[in-house]
Every structure is written in structure tokens, then in C-alpha cells.
């Protein structure tokens, strides 16, 4: 009888394809069959079987990893920083970091809210949102030029995370913003868009959810999207809906803080991709975003706003960015790469 293929221990959960909702029930069945309150961070900080093994065996709370190393590239070449999204989580980076490193570490910041064991978010504004960020940045690369990045809000973030590194001397000689709205044109914002826009972060679309949520009383409208996330096998079964309730509210409070971003100039340029299925006026967030920076580089990408990140698409993000860095003169030394200093690898 043939029984399943071996796993290598000491294979990658994401690379396996793994996500942040498989790492939250992989969590779940560790603490029922261990009887260890593990966090999903415990993949983060160490995403195989052999960390995973360890972190059961000292038996106590993994800590909660804003900062992960996605790939490893040459100690002295300029670090990159993909900042998250509104959903908090940085799977949608693995792709694109897979295709930068090498050449240089590719970091990404995933909100600390998303572990249990952080507090519940409240209101933050951006600038507050990306302090900590900042600190974790000058903690890890001090005195370095340094490169960032984000897609959708995660793009708004670094805007504003580049301001507050410049504001500080720091030198960023890349902002690379992957379909990011521009500060001052959010929507109008009420409890049922922003379900609406976390079903859509979730994974579901359609007329017929929304009109639904429409019809649905709002102190229902969030069972509803579980509901339907779980029947189309989006979420796990077992996933409390406390877990979901908690990605909501982290969620919720990013796409509030951004909508109320203002923003303020930056003393650099910027590169912004923008996908082209979904632009309403072309020329728009390049003029927004252009009022805000020295300059700004645009490169438009054959996709939709979620599938720039996907291949084929996230292919031509990748050569965009590398032709940016060629431009400015950040091509790395061919140093041996070697882990950095406090920084959990994934």
C-alpha cells in the first residue's frame, strides 16, 4: 500500500502553499492535539516542520513577528520593505519577494494586531500606524539607505513610512507603490462597505453577496460573510469566528485610518504600477501622487488590482522594480548573503 510522499522537515510551509488561514488552523490542531497555545506567528517566525516541533517543545506563546525575513540576498545591499495591506497579513509578497531576492533581503512588515495575544485595534491614524515599523526598521538596518514598498494600502503605508525615515535623515531611494490609491480620494465610509471591501479581501465578489449585505441587518452582515466565505471553502471549518472577527477588526481599522490620510510631501520620487484593469481615469493617481514627491515614475501592468501580484503579472512588477534600482545605481555587490540581526526568517 503506498502511503502519502515524505515531507522534508525542513521545508517551507508557504512555499508548500501555505497561507495566513492555514497557518491559523495549523495552529488550532497543534493546541488540540499538544495542548500548546501556539499563535500563527510561530510559522512566521520558523515556517517548517522542524521550527514548528521546537516551539511545541518549549511549550510556551510564540511572540507575535511583525518583521519577516521573506528572502535572503548580500548583508550590503540595500534592504527592501514591502509594507501590508489593509488585511495585515503578507502572503501576497512571497511571489515577488521569491523574485528579488538574491540580490538583496526582502523584508515584509505584517500588522501585529492579527496575533491574539496584541490589542484589539482601535483608531489609529497612519503616521501612529507606522511608527513601530519605523523602529523596527532602525533596529534592524541602522544608518543604511534602505528601499520600500507595498501593494493597495500597504503602498499608502510606505508613502508615509518614507516620509518619517526621511524626516529622520534616512535615505530611500525607492517607493515602490503597487496600485495604491492616492491619499484624499477614499470613498465615503460606512459599516457596510467595509464588509463589503474585507468579503472582497477575502476572496469573495459577486452582485449577489452584495446586494445581499445590502438587504441583511448590519449586525449581521459580517455572519454572512463568514458564512458564505466558509461554504466556498475560503475559510477553514473549523476557524473560530472570533479569529475572523479579530482579521476584520484589523482590517477595519487600516482602511479608516487611510481614509482620513491627508498625506504630506515627500522629498523623493516615487514609483507607482498601476493596474491597468482597473483604472477609471489613468492619469489621476499619478497627478495625486505626483503633488506629494519630487517626482513620480509610472509603469502600467497587465492585470487587476488583485492579480498584480500573480503570476504572469507579478513579473513585470518584479523587472520594474529591478529597472528602477538599475537607474538609481542600487545593484548589489555579490557579497554572501547571512541572516540579519533580531529579525524572524519565514
Given at each position: 500500500?503506498?502511503?502519502?510522499?515524505?515531507?522534508?522537515?525542513?521545508?517551507?510551509?508557504?512555499?508548500?502553499?501555505?497561507?495566513?488561514?492555514?497557518?491559523?488552523?495549523?495552529?488550532?490542531?497543534?493546541?488540540?492535539?499538544?495542548?500548546?497555545?501556539?499563535?500563527?506567528?510561530?510559522?512566521?517566525?520558523?515556517?517548517?516542520?522542524?521550527?514548528?516541533?521546537?516551539?511545541?517543545?518549549?511549550?510556551?506563546?510564540?511572540?507575535a513577528?511583525?518583521?519577516?525575513?521573506?528572502?535572503?540576498?548580500?548583508?550590503?545591499?540595500?534592504?527592501?520593505?514591502l509594507?501590508?495591506?489593509?488585511?495585515?497579513?503578507?502572503?501576497?509578497?512571497?511571489?515577488?519577494?521569491f523574485?528579488?531576492?538574491?540580490?538583496?533581503?526582502?523584508?515584509?512588515?505584517?500588522?501585529?494586531?492579527?496575533?491574539?495575544?496584541?490589542?484589539?485595534?482601535?483608531?489609529?491614524?497612519?503616521?501612529?500606524?507606522?511608527?513601530?515599523?519605523?523602529?523596527?526598521?532602525?533596529?534592524?538596518?541602522?544608518?543604511?539607505?534602505?528601499?520600500?514598498?507595498?501593494?493597495?494600502?500597504?503602498?499608502?503605508?510606505?508613502?508615509?513610512?518614507?516620509?518619517?525615515?526621511?524626516?529622520?535623515?534616512?535615505?530611500?531611494?525607492?517607493?515602490?507603490?503597487?496600485?495604491?490609491?492616492?491619499?484624499g480620494?477614499?470613498?465615503?465610509?460606512?459599516?457596510?462597505?467595509?464588509?463589503?471591501?474585507?468579503?472582497?479581501?477575502?476572496?469573495?465578489?459577486?452582485?449577489?453577496?452584495?446586494?445581499?449585505?445590502?438587504?441583511?441587518?448590519p449586525?449581521?452582515?459580517?455572519?454572512?460573510?463568514?458564512?458564505?466565505?466558509?461554504?466556498?471553502?475560503?475559510?477553514p471549518?473549523d476557524?473560530?469566528?472570533e479569529?475572523?472577527?479579530?482579521?476584520?477588526?484589523?482590517?477595519?481599522?487600516?482602511?479608516?485610518?487611510?481614509?482620513?490620510?491627508?498625506?504630506?510631501?515627500?522629498?523623493?520620487?516615487?514609483?507607482?504600477?498601476?493596474?491597468?484593469?482597473?483604472?477609471?481615469?489613468?492619469?489621476?493617481?499619478?497627478?495625486?501622487?505626483?503633488?506629494?514627491?519630487?517626482?513620480?515614475?509610472?509603469?502600467?501592468?497587465?492585470a487587476?488590482?488583485?492579480?498584480?501580484?500573480?503570476?504572469?503579472?507579478?513579473?513585470?512588477?518584479?523587472?520594474?522594480?529591478?529597472?528602477?534600482?538599475?537607474?538609481?545605481?542600487?545593484?548589489?555587490?555579490?557579497?554572501?548573503?547571512?541572516?540579519?540581526?533580531?529579525?524572524?526568517?519565514?
Amino acid at each position: 500500500m503506498l502511503g502519502r510522499p515524505a515531507i522534508d522537515p525542513r521545508a517551507d510551509f508557504f512555499r508548500l502553499g501555505g497561507d495566513s488561514l492555514s497557518a491559523m488552523r495549523m495552529m488550532l490542531r497543534v493546541r488540540a492535539r499538544f495542548g500548546v497555545g501556539l499563535e500563527a506567528s510561530a510559522l512566521y517566525a520558523r515556517p517548517t516542520i522542524d521550527g514548528l516541533a521546537a516551539a511545541i517543545r518549549a511549550r510556551r506563546p510564540s511572540e507575535a513577528t511583525a518583521l519577516v525575513l521573506l528572502e535572503d540576498g548580500p548583508a550590503d545591499a540595500a534592504p527592501l520593505f514591502l509594507v501590508h495591506a489593509a488585511g495585515g497579513g503578507v502572503d501576497m509578497y512571497r511571489e515577488l519577494a521569491f523574485r528579488l531576492g538574491g540580490r538583496r533581503r526582502v523584508y515584509a512588515l505584517r500588522a501585529p494586531g492579527l496575533s491574539a495575544e496584541a490589542a484589539r485595534p482601535a483608531a489609529p491614524t497612519v503616521e501612529a500606524l507606522v511608527a513601530p515599523y519605523r523602529a523596527l526598521i532602525e533596529q534592524v538596518c541602522p544608518g543604511a539607505r534602505l528601499l520600500l514598498g507595498g501593494w493597495s494600502l500597504g503602498g499608502v503605508l510606505a508613502f508615509e513610512l518614507a516620509r518619517q525615515l526621511a524626516r529622520a535623515g534616512r535615505d530611500v531611494p525607492l517607493v515602490a507603490l503597487i496600485d495604491s490609491r492616492p491619499p484624499g480620494v477614499a470613498p465615503p465610509l460606512d459599516e457596510g462597505t467595509l464588509v463589503a471591501g474585507f468579503a472582497a479581501d477575502l476572496g469573495l465578489d459577486g452582485p449577489t453577496l452584495f446586494a445581499d449585505l445590502a438587504a441583511t441587518e448590519p449586525s449581521g452582515r459580517l455572519g454572512l460573510v463568514l458564512s458564505r466565505a466558509r461554504s466556498s471553502a475560503l475559510l477553514p471549518e473549523d476557524v473560530p469566528d472570533e479569529q475572523i472577527q479579530r482579521l476584520y477588526a484589523v482590517y477595519a481599522a487600516h482602511v479608516r485610518a487611510a481614509s482620513a490620510y491627508e498625506g504630506a510631501r515627500f522629498p523623493g520620487a516615487l514609483l507607482l504600477l498601476r493596474a491597468t484593469a482597473t483604472l477609471a481615469d489613468p492619469g489621476e493617481a499619478a497627478r495625486r501622487w505626483g503633488a506629494l514627491a519630487e517626482a513620480v515614475e509610472v509603469r502600467d501592468v497587465e492585470a487587476d488590482h488583485a492579480g498584480v501580484l500573480r503570476a504572469p503579472a507579478v513579473a513585470a512588477v518584479a523587472r520594474a522594480i529591478e529597472a528602477r534600482l538599475h537607474d538609481t545605481g542600487l545593484n548589489p555587490s555579490p557579497s554572501a548573503p547571512g541572516p540579519g540581526p533580531g529579525v524572524e526568517h519565514s
